[in-house]
């Protein structure tokens, strides 16, 4: 009753062709931006806003620039971390050697060139697929980080290699509290998300779907295949620079290579096979469990040691909380293999429908 | 030239050690066709395992056979529990699923026998050979050469398990094709269980040897990372690949290591193995040993 499309009639192609043509959808969409714009900045505490939604909004940018690779394009890769460092140590010296440059600016800048490196680690994608591109891929993730180290160059030589992201100021107006930190990134990637809907709804986007589902297919019905898939490569690790830079500017601040190890690019990973594989929301989704669960499994065990007033060591509830969170990835993969955005869907489809069972 | 044969002889006893590890990799891609990420944590499930059995006093075959049934029941289980409802599903998916097995073994081994590094002792000291370094000036560890020997063992029991036995025929046969392979009898289920076992007691060698050269502690986990490189050059189908895979990667890596890496700054043996593998795949994309892919519209 309440969701359904009956009497929405299209009368030009325009709305025929809107991203969201169900107008429940529209709605939702509007009321959800208004809710995270709006009303969280005022509920939301100082912790809140800083330990946890930001940086689940810059995870959810980098998710979905892998899952633009991954998911839309079907190349995997476990180098997701190496492009996010690309952006965030680029988007520093931008703002350390370009005068009066804007923030944004810097931010395009670590993701242009992190899409430049996504590139270039992209051109083995030409001649190997699958795993091996995986593990290529890993090539990309150690020989960056060893780069970052090495090169005095990036940290602006400082002796242990970790800089210090500088101040953000918006025209004119510093942002030194969290929540204008969460403003900022929510902007950003509001904006990244709806222009990778989009953009997956495009021919750019049909044609990364054709190399995933069969790329000998792909290139017979005239699809260039070198131009898709580096596309695909260039594009997401722009997403993924532009969330590197956001993850050093508006989260971490103090940045040291090792920030980026090959467990953030599995983190990401996680959250878009959680998630969905190829759903813009499902990055969303993933990257809201992933980092919900360890606080919640945190919850949990204080509440464990206060019910029976027992102190846990330490070590024991890390490896509990491994074991718990291995555990959850086999049950998610072999109760929904397709994500938290297929039960999403199955919902919609349910309500369709309701209160009717067909 | 000495120096040089030395760094070789150090670089291919290296690769053997590399190799150990990437064989447990391809014997489980071989019949499943699933990239196993949870090897490394298994290798350090299995040397934790056998070292604090060791610690506790038990006798040294007691506690190989004990953890040798131990991996037997791991493998066992990881099929029941993970692989079985995960049959048909893509190979992304079996993949994230042993990422997922990755972080349970890694707490469970921790949980049960603790994160504190332990040294291993097989009897065989780490130490050069006196001959050869008397008489030619070379230094190769007596412990490497043992670890080779153990290595081609483990080569030749495998080569005849898949070409001579009944099991190995029925193994290939799945790797082949699940779908004929059932249709002409052959149990998957009992298959994957046996490769999975025989993976986890190639993980026990792998673990023992890398135990004894850098004591069995979590860093053994991430001798996968150094396996991957070798198996993506040998191809991942095959068993000698590793082999000649883990030589080359081992033997290049030392050498650039000592030749290249003053001229960059070193620390290049993080990543130089990859890009070796890397050139080698823009020749070759299936590896230098793996199974040509004919893709069909």
């Known amino acids: 009753m309440l969701y359904r499309e009956a009497g929405q009639f299209k009368s030009t192609y325009g709305q025929d062709q809107q991203i969201f043509p169900i107008a429940q959808d529209r709605v939702a969409i509007f009321a959800l931006l208004a809710f995270a714009f709006v009303v969280v900045p005022i509920i939301g505490n100082q912790y809140w806003l800083a330990a946890i939604l930001t940086p689940f909004l810059i995870l959810a940018l980098a998710a979905l620039g892998l899952n633009i690779l991954t998911g839309y394009a079907g190349q995997l890769s476990l180098g997701t971390a190496a492009f996010m460092a690309v952006g965030a140590f680029m988007a520093y010296n931008a703002m350390l050697r370009i005068p009066h440059i804007p923030i944004i600016g810097a931010f395009a800048i670590g993701g242009l ?12 994608s030409l001649r190997i697929k699958g795993f091996y ?13 060893w780069a970052i180290n090495r090169i005095g160059w990036l940290s602006n030589y400082s002796s242990s290699g970790v ?12 942002v030194k509290h969290a929540m204008g930190k969460y403003l900022l990134t929510l902007s950003i990637v509001a904006v ?60 971490l601040g103090t940045v040291e290579p090792e920030a980026f190890t090959l467990d953030l690019s599995f983190r990401v990973l996680f959250m878009i096979i959680i998630g969905g594989v190829g759903s813009i929301l499902g990055s969303f989704l993933g990257a809201a469990f992933i980092t919900l669960f360890p606080i919640f499994l945190n919850l949990a065990s204080k509440a464990i040691e206060d019910a029976f007033s027992v102190e846990l060591p330490h070590a024991m ?22 994500g938290l955005a297929r039960l999403w869907q199955i919902t919609k489809e349910k309500l369709r429908l309701w209160p009717f069972p067909h | 030239m000495n120096f040089f044969l030395e760094v070789l002889a150090g670089g291919l006893l290296a690769g053997v050690m590399y190799a150990l590890v990437a064989l447990g990799f391809v014997l489980i891609y071989k019949a499943s066709g699933v990239f196993n990420f949870a090897q490394g944590s298994m290798v350090f499930f299995a040397a934790l395992t056998f070292v604090s059995l060791t610690e506790r006093g038990w006798n040294f075959w007691l506690a190989l056979a004990v953890t040798l049934a131990a991996m037997v029941v791991l493998g066992m289980l990881t099929e029941r529990i993970v692989l079985r409802p995960l049959i048909n599903q893509p190979p992304i998916t079996l993949f994230m699923a042993t990422i997922g097995l990755t972080f349970v073994l890694e707490g469970l081994s921790q949980l049960l026998f603790g994160s504190q590094p332990h040294g291993l002792e097989l009897g065989i000291p780490d130490v050069p050979i006196e001959w050869l370094s008397e008489k030619w000036n070379v230094n190769i560890s007596q412990f490497d050469l043992f670890a080779a020997f ?23 046969a799945v790797a082949d094709d699940h779908q004929a392979a059932l249709a002409v009898g052959i149990p998957l289920q009992h298959i994957w269980t046996i490769v999975w076992a025989v993976a986890g007691c190639v993980a026990l060698v792998a673990g023992l040897m890398w135990g004894v050269r850098n004591g069995v502690q979590y860093a053994l986990t991430f001798t996968a990372l150094k396996a991957l490189p070798v198996l993506i050059l040998g191809g991942f189908e095959s068993i000698a690949g590793a082999i000649i895979g883990g030589l080359i990667i081992g033997a290049s890596e030392k050498l650039a290591e000592v030749y290249i890496g003053p001229m960059v700054g070193g620390g290049i043996e993080s990543w130089f193995a990859y890009v070796v593998a890397l050139l080698f795949l823009l020749v070759r994309p299936e590896g230098l040993f793996g199974e040509k892919h004919i893709d069909r519209v």
């Open chain 1, 192 to 251: 990244m998300a709806l222009a990778a809907k989009n953009l997956m709804r495009s021919e750019t986007g049909r044609a990364f779907m054709a190399v995933r589902d069969m790329d000998v297919a792909a290139a017979v019905v005239g699809i260039p295949m070198m131009r898709t898939k580096l596309l695909a490569f260039a594009i997401s690790s722009f997403y993924c620079g532009v969330a590197g830079a956001l993850y050093a500017f508006c989260y």
């Open chain 1, 113 to 124: 060139c992190a899409a430049a490196v996504g590139v270039v680690f992209g051109l083995p």
């Open chain 2, 150 to 172: 153990v290595a081609g063992l483990l080569v030749v029991v495998l080569a005849v398990l898949f070409q001579k036995t009944r099991i190995g025929r029925a193994l290939r």
């Open chain 1, 317 to 338: 509830v890390s490896n509990l909380e491994a074991i718990i969170f291995g555990g959850l990835i086999i049950f998610f993969l072999i109760v929904e293999p397709n």
């Open chain 1, 133 to 145: 591109l995986a593990v290529a891929t890993l090539a990309c993730q150690f020989f960056v980080l």
């Open chain 1, 163 to 174: 800089i210090s992201a500088q101040e953000i100021v918006i025209l004119g107006y510093p």
